[in-house]
């Protein structure tokens, strides 16, 4: 069954109880940065489109063309798309700016030390304000919250995640996964992509757009 954004408005409004609907208009963080991730190859593609999740790759045939050129690897992300999995309906982001270094000696495979990715800042605080923005849905949280694994996260929650140190969020990873029992989230919009206004290429990166 297809999750419409009434149905998922209103799941969320379910879920969050009158504290953290509180907690959303008191606490607003401040110069916090989410950290998602594309392939080099498409550093401009986002910065044209934004960063989207593969919902709106799969709605949208202009992104699927330009990220996924390939038919096999249409195919491919097609066969794995599901319209009532929330992993699927925005970009996924970490919490902690990813260590590169230390995820390489606990799997040398692992996609995001392959060098053909690189790390993407999100501005969380301008996102926030964005009438776009719909909220960041958390998975794998049970380090953060031992009684659900995977809920929609406050401002106050993405903050406490985000202050949680590296070594903390990445004890429990899951060898050979991508990010298994370690907390990370799934960005929500209206349209299922982050604006490039909100993004940068992170700073380590010797690129040029």
Same mark, same amino acid.
């Given at each position: 069954?297809?999750?419409?954004?009434?149905?998922?408005?209103?799941?969320?409004?379910?879920?969050?109880?009158?504290?953290?609907?509180?907690?959303?208009?008191?606490?607003?963080p401040k110069d916090l940065k989410l950290f998602g991730f594309v392939k080099k190859d498409h550093i401009k593609d986002i910065?044209?489109?934004?960063?989207?999740g593969i919902e709106a790759i799969i709605q949208n045939d202009y992104l699927m063309q330009d990220f996924y050129p390939v038919i096999d690897d249409q195919e491919e992300i097609k066969d794995i798309y599901s319209d009532s999995n929330m992993k699927m309906k925005g970009p996924m982001v970490f919490f902690q700016l990813p260590d590169l270094e230390a995820i390489s000696l606990i799997n040398p495979d692992h996609p995001l030390v392959s060098?053909?990715?690189?790390?993407?800042?999100?501005?969380?605080?301008?996102?926030?304000?964005?009438?776009?923005?719909d909220g960041v849905y958390g998975l794998d949280l049970l380090l953060y919250d031992p009684k659900e694994k995977e809920r929609m996260l406050t401002p106050?929650?993405?903050?406490?995640?985000?202050?949680?140190?590296?070594?903390?969020?990445?004890?429990?990873?899951?060898?050979?996964?991508?990010? !298994?029992?370690?907390p990370?989230?799934?960005?929500?919009?209206?349209?299922?992509?982050?604006?490039?206004?909100?993004? !940068?290429?992170?700073?380590?990166?010797?690129y040029e757009l």
């Open positions: 069954m297809r999750i419409s954004r009434k149905n998922l408005l209103r799941v969320i409004k379910e879920v969050m109880t009158t504290d953290d609907a509180l907690s959303d208009i008191q606490f607003q910065m044209y489109h934004g960063l989207p060098g053909k990715y690189v790390i993407v800042e999100i501005d969380y605080d301008e996102l926030n304000d964005s009438q776009d923005y106050g929650d993405v903050n406490d995640l985000s202050i949680m140190d590296y070594e903390t969020a990445w004890k429990h990873y899951v060898p050979d996964s991508f990010a !298994k029992n370690v990370h989230g799934i960005i929500l919009t209206d349209s299922g992509v982050v604006d490039s206004s909100f993004l !940068k290429i992170h700073k380590n990166l010797d």
